[in-house]
């Protein structure tokens, strides 16, 4: 099953037996079997009973929290694995080491190569000359990427192909009752910022559980700054798989009519627009769906899922740490 999503607002999350259960009003939502989940992620307000929380830490499945607008809350996880040796030389090659800025690099280049081919394939399907600037522009920082040796130089690289993908992004937007200015976080302002905002917390829950499962500790990272209870290396891994998952996910709900401009609601103070309910749940579904389909990666030369994808990318740094290969590869996909 994966991931298990609650959106249920003053849901009731128990167990009976080795079964997961979920009430709302005095009805059963959902009653699954405890060895099929390998997450849960709360949308708005829930309840956990005592004995959830302990099986779920034993069983070593993560619970996240984020509010109904998609914004990432907190999350329960269990225990840090006991593989000592990775967290060593993940944290003997914190600041401005020569593995440090050998993995900046690898997350730049994976983002902004996966920025460029998912304008490259846009670039084919519709017209040419609407993307030929920003697809230069990405090539030209890209080849930047290898010339730069500072961390902060790098994170400035990040940012401008950043602002030149999203600078084009409405293009790839192909249905007139949706468009995109710019980025809006906190909050999200607008449908599709929406979209990528809870596309983008629901794949940070992914990405950290796998960071975990690899023996890493998730708040020392490289390309992000550290902040108290940011898990920076989390985020950083989360790079190259932003355009793969999240951005296709967005793009095809909305390109396909899978959500339409009635789908969605705005707070009345903070301005913070969400989806409805049934809305969601179709977009939850199409993550998972997106999350689940198979492609061949490139590096290991067989087919795998993105879920298994944020594993092997974790466990392919861990080996670039410990000296086990030359090379950390970012993943990168045409």
Known sequence: ?????????????????????????????LDVPLIKIDGVVALGRATVSPAVVVELLERHIPLSFLTVNGRYLGRLEPEMTKNIFVRKAQWQAAGESEQAVHLVRGFVRGKLKNYRNTLLECQRKYSPQDFEKPIAQLKQ??????????????????????????????????VPEFSFEVRRRRPPTDPV????????????????????IVGFDPYLGYLHFERYGRPSLALDLMEEFRPLVVD??????????????SDFTAEPLSGAVSLTKEA???????????????????????????????????????????????????????
Do not use: W
Request: with cysteine; charged share 25%.
């Open 141 to 174: 920082v890209i080849a930047s990427i290898d010339k730069t040796s500072s961390i902060n130089s790098l994170r400035g690289l990040e940012g401008a192909g950043s602002a030149t993908y999203f600078g084009c992004f409405n293009r790839l937007i192909r």
């Open 1 to 29: 099953m994966g991931t298990v999503y609650i959106t249920q607002e003053d849901a009731f999350i128990g167990k009976v037996d080795e079964r997961l259960t979920v009430k709302a009003d005095k009805k059963n939502l």
């Open 193 to 212: 910022n929406s979209l990528l905002s809870l596309g983008y917390s629901l794949l940070r829950h992914d990405v950290q559980s796998a960071v975990n």
């Open 248 to 261: 296709a996910v967005v793009l095809t709900a909305i390109n396909l009519q899978k959500v339409s401009p």
């Open 280 to 334: 969601l749940h179709n977009f939850l579904r199409l993550y998972e769906q997106k999350k689940q389909s198979k492609f061949k990666h490139p590096v290991m030369e067989k087919l795998c899922t993105y879920q298994e994808a944020f594993e092997i990318q974790g466990r392919l740094m861990a080996k670039y740490l410990m000296g086990e290969i030359d090379k950390y590869p970012p993943l990168v996909l045409k």
